[in-house]
């Protein structure tokens, strides 16, 4: 290893010894997000926000697929239109930043930055539906929220964050159910297939369900510290919204009903997600998928005749074959180069040098498992494909195996401390369903409910804490 | 023509007794553009944020090509950090939001909601730039901005608008100027080329120049009413705000450097150019590059077997060519189809029914002219493809007719006012670069300098005004 190298690789706090400051240490260095002038608000810088936009891409198709299209609402809603659902203004008024002034002038009426556009959209849809011909309205729009949170973390709580926010009408309470879960299990599917993360799905308890939501269904993911986190979610309103709202339709009989909403979201969370569910010591491991980069050529002895212009050949053959790839010319050693590129996560490293271009080969690193392979560049494409290919697959079981390794089950809550305290993980247990129990587990244990489960398991017959019959079992963590 | 045909084509007011009426009939019947609750602020309705979405994606790809990054940076700015820059706050602050409270607490300083976001990546690069290895920076983002209005008009002018702002900072006063250019010709291009709209390029005066640029360039187009629009910016800030800032860099001998600076930005308001550019009596009009849907598919006789499963396969058959296909399979009659695909500008129509299917062929019938084509069902893809790139040059080409009719030139301000209430367009006329000059002839034509274009004219020796020499050609008009 290169002294530059070391030295990279050590500005890296160990996971182990301080899994946050690792953490924080990984976005910084990789460059992910920025602190800025306003306190509580992140600055995506162009490699954290490439990643974002891999994930908008990705999303945004498989919503168009189901019919979804996107609209802009303003950002801002007035003070008497957010107060119009009674549980919604309750669960959001404490945290939302308020406009009381445009240009010199104080306004009639105080705005505040949306939080979430649940109100917008009922305020839109009450004058766009009218008849059953108009439903379904299926809409989604991309853009930040703003909630005055108190302690921030990059990605993980902001200020302002970015979102995709879904917002949905329907003619039936079966209809907006099956939108719900549709949307859930898109989540689902996406997260597994392209950030390579294994989630569970279930319902939020009552205590955690969205403020003005009938139903709030949610994947979980586990971090490689054992905390939960909670990677989107999906609103099933029921006609809550649509009562305060009055958005009615006439049925095929010619009779008023009420429309039937959801709603359902990820945002630049999920990157946090990326970032401790797949990184290591050497940094952050993004999976190929959503790699904005996928494959970086570092050049060997690129002073040396034909070093760049090979590595620029290969850089326009493998594009060609449909890569997003790039050369990372800069005038630095190769070990550099090399701990650079892990810090980074790009999946795939090519090192070509004048010995390997005279042998017709070059080095390829998987940053994963850093094994190297001896190709032969007529094959590189081919190579790089598959092992892109065995990335990805790989990086999805290994964080399957740390799920499945690190979620416990529990029949009394001081064994539910104690497994929180040692061994780290989800936790599968019993519940009655009193919100005296959940708070009770939170106040003793640091968990809260993750969700029940749509894959129940029989752990006991009793609720972990009081004892008495319990039907469900639940997921708990401790949690982001 | 059906009843419902002329119905809806009648509710646009015709342009030529109300042109500000026929736009907004336009926005609103197209579901473009609606109203929300909060007064001044729009909805970009999904058909037109479709339109927008197109604009992004190809814009986007041409800033990439130049090296451009995205990027997210806060929508708030902190009231001490928009007031670093004199010129900039002056221009600005008038127009700005101000969020006083966070939840239920008073903020210890203001934040002005982003109008623009020099402020913010200033502050950014001052952290971020060190070395001349840390140059040229180019970033780039999509989001919307907020301006308090007074009065306002869908896309033309609200509250909140959408848009993309660049941000670049070089060595060199060179590359910033280069930057620039390259910028508003990238702009210029793309108007062209894409959304059929040809521009004047050109400089800003000193008095219509951004808040705290050296020099702003701007593209103008003219609306079918004769009065501009102004469709992009790009500004050469120099070392103005790098010095407001503390920009500085170490340059190759080890000296400490300013950077130079650029921002450029397109936003929605180009919406409204191509609606006022293309648009007639029968509604909106979209250049096929951009049309989000290029082929409209209206079966006749739909009920009749065969026909919906014809539209359907021909639907496959056009997408897989790589068009924008739907199907309009409404229960409506097709007289009410076909008015209804020409009020939203879809390019082509594919009338088929169960004599064409009979025959093997379908009416292809281009939105532009109205021009109907028989056209044999093995043939229609190319056949398409071949309308479609007509229709994308004649639009370009009638607009650009259009411009050259309605350009004129003047060597008397009473020759201006004549012309602008008479034949309307822009005007061509010498300028002795006064201040007072350009006030006066505002004041009595109601006419502003467009620009002063780079591709200059000698109209005559003396300044349209004052009658001094005069060395520059400006192109005035009255604009949105």
């Known amino acids: 290893m290169a002294e530059n190298e070391k030295k990279l690789v050590e500005d890296i706090t160990s996971m ?11 976005v910084r260095k990789a460059e992910l997000c920025d602190y800025s002038s306003v306190k509580g608000c992140m600055i995506l810088e162009p490699a954290g926000f490439a990643i974002w936009e891999m994930i908008q891409n990705g999303l945004d198709k498989r919503f168009k697929a189901t019919g979804v299209e996107n609209c802009a609402m303003p950002m801002f809603i007035p003070e008497g239109l957010l107060q119009r659902e009674k549980d919604h203004v309750e669960g959001f008024a404490p ?42 309205k299926l809409l989604n729009q991309w853009c930040s929220v703003v909630r005055w949170e108190k302690t921030t ?25 099956e939108r719900t879960e549709q949307m859930l299990n898109l989540y689902a599917d ?13 319902q939020k308890t009552e205590k955690e369900k969205f403020a003005g939501a009938e139903a709030t269904y949610t994947i979980e993911a586990l971090m490689h510290d054992g905390q939960a986190l909670q990677s989107g979610t999906s609103h099933d309103f029921g006609d809550g919204f649509a009562k305060a709202f009055g958005i009615q339709y006439t049925d095929r009989d010619n009779k008023l009903q009420y429309v039937h909403q959801t709603s359902w ?30 494959i970086i050529i570092c050049p060997i002895m690129q002073k040396k005749e034909g070093v760049l212009s090979k590595s620029a050949e290969l850089k326009e053959r493998l594009s060609a074959a449909g890569f997003r790839v790039r050369v990372d010319e800069r005038d630095k050693n190769p070990g550099f180069k090399f701990a650079d590129s892990e810090m980074r996560g790009i999946p795939l490293r090519v090192e070509i040098g004048p010995k390997d271009i005279q042998n017709g080969q070059a080095i ?17 494409e081919t190579k790089a494909g598959e092992l892109l290919e065995s990335i990805q697959q790989d990086m999805l079981e290994a964080a399957r ?47 809260s409910s993750r969700c029940i489960p749509f894959d129940q398991e029989h752990i006991s017959d009793r609720c972990v804490c009081c004892g008495k019959p319990a039907a469900r079992m639940v997921y708990w963590g401790r949690a982001y």
């Open 153 to 177: 973390r990059p990605f993980l709580r902001s200020r302002e964050f970015w979102w995709q926010e879904g917002h949905t009408a329907h003619a039936t309470a079966e209809e907006s159910r």
């Open 190 to 202: 996406f997260c597994e297939q392209e950030l390579a993360i294994p989630v569970i799905k279930g």
């Open 364 to 380: 390829l690193v998987r940053r994963d498992t850093h094994e190297k392979f001896t190709v032969a560049l007529e094959e590189i």
């Open 265 to 294: 979201g990820v945002s630049t969370r999920i990157i946090g997600a990326i970032i401790m569910v797949h990184g290591d010591n050497d940094g952050l491991k993004l999976p190929p998928h959503i790699a904005p980069v996928q």
């Open 16 to 26: 182990d010894v301080d899994f946050a400051q690792w953490y924080t240490d990984v």
């Open 401 to 447: 195996r740390h799920l499945e390794t690190h979620t416990f089950t529990a029949e009394t809550v001081d064994e539910m401390k104690s497994i929180l305290d040692t061994e780290k993980g989800f936790i599968k247990a019993m519940w009655c369903g009193s919100r005296e129990c959940e708070d009770a587990i939170k106040d003793q244990t640091g968990a």
């Open 95 to 136: 945290e939302v930043a308020w406009v009381t002034h445009g240009g010199y002038e104080q306004l009639q009426e105080r705005l505040c930055v949306r939080p979430t556009s649940e109100t917008l959209f009922c305020d839109y849809y009450e004058r766009k539906i009218h008849s059953y011909r108009d439903l379904p």
